[in-house]
């Protein structure tokens, strides 16, 4: 699948959707370059930390959807395989949940890092 044949002002289906659920490449680096630097990444990382709870709605959604399905193949359908599958892929989608709320509680916790 190349981006290639894609008509111009198109994205593809996979980067739309990995720029609808993936918040990290919307943040700067606060770790590295100069203080000034370092201060005023921290300050856009703030100003952008407003967008996190709409992630964080989307992941625990993710999460809630998995778990619910990993249900229904256990409960109702008595397939196990699949049902662990989708335990796992909670699991993983709780994980980032849970950075995500991390992030965004240190961003609201502590206005100026530097």
Known sequence: MDDIHQPPGQEAFWHLLYRFLWPFPYFRDVTRGSLLERQQNYRYNRRMGTHLPRFMLKWACLT???????????????????AACCYVTSTWTLTIFVQLTVAWLWLQRFPELH
């Open 64 to 82: 809630l959807f998995f778990f619910a399905l990993g249900c229904l193949c256990e409960e109702l359908l008595e397939i196990v395989l699949p």
